[in-house]
């Protein structure tokens, strides 16, 4: 069974960082392109960013460019989202998510990420 | 970036009844158009892909349709464990879009 953990969210002030995980199991994660989603409190839901096998091809949607990161390490089956510049529109839960050709087929279960003063 | 609106926005009906949701593309999405199903406090699930290809466990009650810029969502008898916010994702292109959602709720 296909198991996807997030963690790391939590409260930061504007303009602070924060580091997501999403610990992958029940399938072979260096195959799968992978991607972070989000939705914010009662809002849509909107994709971040998504990240190829090997780490090498990355995209992001315009909102966040230049202020998050997406990484992965293969060896610990596990997705990273490096939060920078936070701004209080980035406050949302955060998922990732196994991407299936550019549909989402698994999800985790959210964590939230609370941007405040 | 490809814009997807959904309609209607909250559909009111009772249980046994045919649901019909669409969603329409702003430029053509070809046949790369998924279909979500979002519980309250819960992740979204994938109900469809490649516009009318149910994903794996879903119940034939659901199907999909359309190519280019319209697209159906159709639930034909809801059963309860189907109120719930669907929400259309197209991945024709970058970056990845949803529409806004569309509520089944209970009448």
């Known amino acids: 069974e296909v198991q996807l953990v997030e963690s790391g969210g939590g409260l930061v002030q504007p303009g602070g960082s924060l580091r997501l995980s999403c610990a992958a199991s029940?399938?072979?994660?260096?195959?799968?392109?992978m991607t972070w989603l989000r939705q914010a409190p009662g809002k849509g839901l909107e994709w971040v960013a998504n990240?190829?096998?090997?780490?090498?091809?990355?995209y992001f949607v315009d909102s966040v460019k230049g202020r998050f990161t997406i990484s992965r390490d293969n060896a610990k089956n596990s997705l990273y989202l490096q939060m920078s510049s936070l701004r209080v529109e980035d406050t949302a839960v955060y998922y990732c998510?196994?991407?299936?050709?550019?549909?989402?087929?698994?999800w985790g279960q959210g964590t939230l990420v609370t941007v405040s003063s | 970036e490809i814009v997807l609106t959904q309609s209607p926005g909250t559909l009111s009906l009772s249980p046994g009844e045919r649901a019909t949701l669409s969603c329409r593309a702003s430029?053509?999405?070809?046949?790369?158009l998924a279909w979500y199903q979002q519980k309250p406090g819960q992740a979204p699930r994938l109900l469809i892909s490649?516009?009318?290809s149910r994903a794996t466990g879903i119940p034939d009650r659901f199907s999909g349709s359309g190519s280019g810029t319209d697209f159906t969502l159709t639930i034909s008898r809801l059963e309860p464990e189907d109120f719930a916010v669907y929400y259309c994702?197209?991945?024709?292109?970058?970056?990845?879009?949803f529409g806004q959602g569309t509520k089944v709720a209970i009448k």
């Open positions: 998510a196994r991407d299936s050709k550019g549909t989402f087929d698994s």
């Open positions: 029940g399938f072979t994660f260096s195959n799968d392109w």
């Open positions: 990240l190829n096998q090997g780490g090498s091809e990355k």
């Open positions: 430029q053509s999405v070809r046949n790369y």
């Open positions: 490649g516009a009318s």
């Open positions: 994702q197209q991945y024709g292109s970058l970056p990845r879009t």
